[in-house]
């Protein structure tokens, strides 16, 4: 850590890259790439003030990027993946069979409870917001549901489903960067996560109301413009299933997806034997580009390919590059320090976690980043403390896992906002259960429910000064 870098600057730097992009994306109401851009100009001339060179940049933005290879590599997978479901029928198939079972004023809670036995089947966000999640979008926009809160429900869905997931790698993170049994972690998140589960199921239930479904000659037409250019047919579901399935066995998720494609284009090729292998290609790489004379279902089968993903993959580089010098500068280790001495009364140390997860991820946009550094900065603090490590590996899902998903600019919030063709902004006011889980963190941390402590030992840490 350069021994330039201190509080005041930190706190400066960090208002200034919130206050940016905050500004730039509600009030100028531009695209998130500019402005973070600028935020890593910025982050280098305060580089430069604290006295590092240009090779120690270089090398932050370099480490940056690298360690985010993987997603990068999946974003561009999963667009491989929603092109090839697209013109195999997968995803026509199960909106055409969607259309008769979901109704507009219980589709935010079919939604929830949909991704949620998905996510929980594979320990995937990702690949349940890319499978079924981009079939529920599809069904959404034909029974004219809020698309913000068609996304934000399925969102909700799949975060939920992943956290409490043995197979979740974040979960598996959690648990393990601090030394909890993978069970108790996931018993002890129930405590945050059910009740919020609850109260977001409720209010889907009362906002799903407000829907207004297409009539049924507009669905009749719809269905039978999918009959008339796709095959419909359980058969083109075999390539969804063995996803799920490779998913649920716990196989490498690139090699998974991979297999999703492959199997999508063998199928595509047996049931249409008029797709040429251009065709194919240009599908892959651009997404479909079917002129069905319906817009609406235009509108929903159009989707996917590799060339669209550059949007959301350019987007992660950069938030990459900007979390990487930040590393590199000490920046992160600075705000974790600066609360080290507010942290001998159980509720401000849990609060603490909390706002480092907070801040870790507005910064570099990295949800492992947001679990592993207070992680592994704060454990020490809790066993001094003698409160349970399985509070601090809750907190690093609730405020660490939970909160990505409302950064637009971090991995999962550039990654939902292009597999749902929904803005990470017109989502996350639906995004209720990503809010409480937080919240119902604080209020166990300040008032000693669910903290599994002994009530001796926690009337005397609660009161400690």
Not at 322 to 348: A, F, M, P, R
Request: charged share 10%; hydrophobic share 55%.
């Amino acid at each position: 850590m350069n021994s330039k870098v201190k509080l005041p600057g930190v706190i400066l730097l960090f208002i200034f890259i919130v206050g940016t992009m905050f500004t730039s994306m509600v009030f100028v109401k531009v695209e998130p790439h500019i402005p973070l851009f600028l935020c890593v100009v910025l982050t280098g001339i305060f580089a430069l003030f604290w006295g590092a060179d240009w090779k120690r940049i270089e090398r932050g933005l370099i480490a940056g990027v690298v360690s985010g290879i993987q997603p990068l590599l999946l974003l561009m997978m999963i667009g491989l993946v929603i092109a090839s479901w697209m013109i195999s029928g997968a995803v026509p198939t199960l909106l055409f069979y969607g259309m008769d079972f979901i109704q507009p004023e219980w589709f935010a809670l079919s939604a929830l409870f949909i991704t949620i036995l998905v996510s929980t089947f594979t320990g995937s966000s990702f690949t349940t917001a890319s499978t079924v999640g981009v079939a529920l979008m599809g069904i959404a926009h034909v029974l004219n549901v809020n698309p913000g809160l068609a996304a934000g429900a399925i969102v909700c869905g799949a975060c939920f489903g992943d956290k409490m997931s043995p197979l979740s790698d974040s979960t598996n993170l959690a648990s393990g960067t601090v030394g909890v049994n993978l069970f108790e972690h996931i018993r002890h998140m129930m405590w945050t996560t059910v009740p919020a589960l609850v109260i977001t199921a409720i209010i889907f239930f009362f906002a799903g109301h407000q829907g207004s479904g297409a009539s049924l000659a507009q669905l009749a037409e719809m269905k039978k413009t999918l009959g008339d250019h796709f095959e419909i047919t359980p058969v083109t579901l075999i390539s969804p299933l063995i996803v799920m399935l490779m998913a649920f066995r716990k196989l490498p998720i690139l090699p998974t997806l991979l297999t999703g494609v492959i199997t999508a284009v063998i199928t595509a090729f047996v049931l249409n034997a008029d797709i040429t292998i251009a065709q194919m290609m240009n599908a892959l790489e651009n997404g479909m580009n079917l002129k069905t004379g319906n817009e609406a279902v235009d509108a929903i089968v159009n989707k996917g390919g590799l060339v669209p993903m550059m949007w959301s993959v350019a987007l992660i580089i950069i938030a990459l590059s900007l979390g990487g010098l930040l590393h590199e500068l000490g920046v992160i280790d600075v705000l974790l320090g600066s609360v080290e001495k507010q942290l001998k009364k159980t509720g401000n140390l849990i609060a603490a976690t909390a706002a480092s997860g907070l801040g870790v991820n507005l910064l570099t946009g990295e949800m492992y980043l947001s679990i592993l550094l207070p992680g592994q900065a704060f454990k020490k603090h809790f066993e001094k403390n003698g409160v349970p490590l399985k509070n601090l590996s809750r907190t690093m899902e609730d405020a660490g896992t939970l909160i990505n998903p409302l950064v637009p600019w971090s991995v999962s919030g550039a990654f939902f906002a292009a597999t749902l063709g929904v803005s990470a902004l017109d989502y996350i006011p639906y995004a209720f259960l990503l809010y409480l889980s937080p919240l119902f963190t604080l209020i166990y941390a300040y008032s000693g429910i669910g903290l599994g402590m002994k009530k001796d030992k926690l009337a005397s840490v609660t009161k400690a000064s």
